[in-house]
């Protein structure tokens, strides 16, 4: 064990974080509820600032692109003689199920490639990174995995799945954590199996009625899109766990009814009450968007609903008291959000990794 690696321990209980692509601050979040301070969040979207600056008392946010930011600023935000972390979920559309790796335009690599090139130039001892599964069997997640042997740390990753974690949610995500302090694993499922699974009821079952359209007054986060006509009519006629195909004939839209739309059968449905939510999206309140109809009550999930099913604390606010809520917005910022549940499981993991290290050096 180095010098410099040996001092770093000394603070085991000590953990800072800066959290790369912070978005709205999800990973910030269960960082902090394990214990982790985390000094700043950094993104190049403005939407992100009051969320992450409101929820994150002490944590500076850097309206900044990353391709910017240099290891030497990095290591100015970390304080000395802590265990130093750089954990960040670069953004994953060309990675996610919906685009072809093959042709995904080689510019878009470039946030992992930043993220390495920060991990090089500021030499943190712990990392961590989130993001679609799918990016495991892509070259620039290969790249980045010599990128840290080259740095000398440990490495574990996989792909889990967020309701094991506690998260109310179906949320399968690539999960990455390295040391250079010694042994690191993947952590251990808090809430493995559908029988320890948070359930929607369990989530949400607590809040306020509401029609489509409407917000609560006691929250103004806890509001449902309006539904056109149509759309009421078809909510009405499904069930919980069902498809658009349990609708009558006049009421199926006709990309369905063509046979190259009927195996789509992920839209226009009702949430289970015993089950966890959907994956939830950034488009998570349009009941059309997929398993977004609230499980009871006609209308699609509320954006309180979704930031509750991301693992959000129901206090979590995303906007100010000032302003209206952008439905659109906001749903953005859920959908783009790490699970904080995840979070936490990650700081249990690094804590144990740093801990043994530091029993090694002692």
Excluded at 301 to 306: D, F, N, T, V
């Amino acid at each position: 064990m180095s010098a410099e690696i040996s001092s770093n321990v000394i603070g085991v209980n000590r953990i800072e974080g800066v959290d790369l692509f912070c978005g709205a601050g999800g990973l910030s979040c269960g960082l902090a509820a394990q214990g982790i301070r985390v000094v700043a969040g950094i993104d190049v979207d403005p939407a992100c600032q009051y969320p992450y600056e409101a929820n994150h008392e002490g944590a500076k946010f850097l309206l900044r692109d990353v391709t910017e930011v240099s290891g030497e600023e990095l290591n100015a935000l970390w304080s000395p003689g802590v265990v130093r972390l750089l954990a960040g979920c670069a953004p994953c559309q060309p990675f996610s199920s919906y685009a072809n790796t093959a042709t995904v335009d080689k510019a878009k690599w470039r946030l992992l490639q930043e993220f390495a090139r920060l991990i090089d130039e500021s030499r943190p001892d712990l990392v961590t990174m989130e993001n679609v599964p799918r990016l495991q069997k892509a070259r620039p997640f290969k790249d980045f995995l010599r990128a840290l042997k080259r740095g000398e740390y440990q490495v574990a990753y996989a792909v889990v799945n967020a309701a094991d974690y506690g998260a109310p949610q179906q949320r399968k995500r690539l999960v990455l954590v390295a040391s250079r302090l010694g042994p690191v694993a993947i952590p251990e499922p808090t809430h493995k199996g559908a029988e320890n699974w948070v359930t929607v009821r369990q989530a949400v079952g607590h809040l306020k009625k509401l029609k489509d359209g409407q917000a609560c007054e006691s929250d103004p986060l806890h509001i449902a899109s309006t539904l056109s006509e149509l759309n009421r009519a078809r909510i009405r006629v499904s069930v919980p766990g069902g498809t658009w195909r349990d609708w009558p004939d006049h009421l199926v839209a006709a990309c369905h009814q063509r046979e190259s739309g009927k195996h789509s059968a992920g839209v226009y449905g009702r949430m289970e009450w015993d089950k966890p939510a959907p994956t939830m999206t950034t488009l998570c309140n349009g009941y059309g968007n997929g398993r977004f109809g609230h499980p009871e009550q006609h209308r699609g999930i509320s954006l309180r609903e979704a930031a509750i099913f991301q693992s959000f604390p129901e206090t979590y606010r995303f906007t100010p008291e000032t302003e209206g809520v952008s439905i659109r917005r906001v749903a953005r910022l859920i959908g783009n959000a790490v699970p904080p549940k995840l979070g936490e499981a990650v700081a249990k993991a690094l804590y144990a990794s740093v801990s043994a290290a530091a029993g090694a050096g002692g």
